[in-house]
């Protein structure tokens, strides 16, 4: 093509390049040198310091019960004090090792906010699964055949030092992945939400059928919830590729939940009174459709999520469009001139 004096140069361009996936539209300016995502750390803290209450009492249990169940049941004697003392502790020492540790452990790391939200929700996981698999498979806290308050202490002891190792597990399993994946938050939540929300209809239901709940059926309730819910939560993580979704709206979901259980079971004990049953199955639905209508209203709020179009199938056009881009000539460099009217990708 020669070069006009004008260096204008006008042509109808023909350009096609395979077309995979479009790029993902920045969510905003690029953040400057060396800068450090911690916007998920006050709520790992925050959280995490719940859990070492939590872990420090399993621990105190698992340490202290049978002095406990020695020196203060029936009736105090001197010793007593003491093993109380010594409970206090170790929940205490839990509670400032929950906000100590992520603050020593992650200086001077990124910490974003799915990072937390995938420990805290590892963690939850993990407890529970150091709890409710051993009850399950056999554990027995409570003295079969004796009110349901007399606690087996060996037993206890036992099962609330697993529930404390499955708490630790949590946390490893959550910080591993937390360090090896790059999840949204929201996804993090939407999966969070399809476990919880599984295992507490899973609850609900079970122990709505049984005229008298005892502690095999308990076991057997807890364990298959337990299982329905690790079920929901691999289907979710099987299509977690798909799922693109924020927190805002997993917070109107588990609002719609929350309301239609509360509406379902109110309809129900009004429909049936005292009726267990009926009140738990009806709250249950309703926290389905609470969880579906909410899910559906919520639908156009977030129409700026495109972060894995849809590959293009067969041949997609451009509109004509002037283009402009420096040429060399020999030891000159002009600008060029062009006209697309024809341009796309296939």
Not at 28 to 38: E, I, S
Not at 184 to 210: D, E, Q
Not at 277 to 306: C, H, K, N, Q
């Amino acid at each position: 093509m020669g070069r006009l004096p004008s260096n204008l140069v006008l042509a109808a361009l023909v350009t096609f390049a395979p077309a995979r996936h479009a790029l993902a539209t920045p969510d905003g300016p690029a953040p400057p040198d060396g800068y450090l995502d911690r916007s998920g750390m006050s709520e790992l803290v925050a959280w995490q310091f719940v859990n070492g209450l939590f872990a420090g009492s399993t621990l105190a249990i698992a340490v202290t019960a049978g002095e406990l169940d020695e020196h203060c049941f029936p009736t105090e004697d001197d010793d007593c004090r003491s093993a109380e003392a010594r409970a206090a502790g170790i929940t205490l020492l839990g509670a400032a090792s929950g906000i100590a540790v992520p603050l020593l452990v992650t200086r001077g790391q990124p910490v974003r906010t799915a990072d937390a939200l995938l420990i805290n929700r590892a963690t939850l996981i993990g407890a529970m699964h150091g709890y409710i698999v051993p009850f399950a498979a056999g554990l027995e806290p409570f003295v079969p055949g004796v009110d349901v308050y007399t606690v087996n202490v060996d037993e206890v002891r036992t099962l609330a030092a697993l529930t404390f190792a499955g708490d630790l597990m949590g946390v490893g399993v959550g910080t591993y992945l937390a360090t090896h994946s790059n999840p949204a938050p929201g996804t993090v939540s939407f999966l969070g939400t399809i476990h919880s929300a599984t295992f507490l209809a899973g609850m609900s239901i079970g122990n709505s059928f049984p005229e008298h709940v005892d502690q095999d059926d308990q076991r057997l309730i807890a364990g298959l919830s337990l299982g329905a819910a690790d079920l929901g939560l691999g289907i979710g993580l099987l299509f977690a590729d798909r799922i693109d979704i924020g927190r805002n709206r997993v917070f109107w979901l588990d609002t719609g939940g929350v309301v239609g259980w509360l509406a379902g079971a109110g309809l129900g004990a009004a429909l049936a009174g005292d009726e267990e049953r009926v009140v738990s199955i009806s709250g249950t639905v309703g926290m389905a459709a609470g969880f579906v209508l909410a899910y559906r209203y919520t639908s156009g709020d977030e129409g700026w999520r495109r972060r894995r179009p849809a590959k293009v199938a067969g041949v997609e056009l451009d509109a004509p469009a002037i283009r402009i881009a420096p040429t060399r000539y020999g030891a000159d460099v002009a600008t060029q001139y062009s006209m697309d009217f024809l341009r796309g990708r296939f």
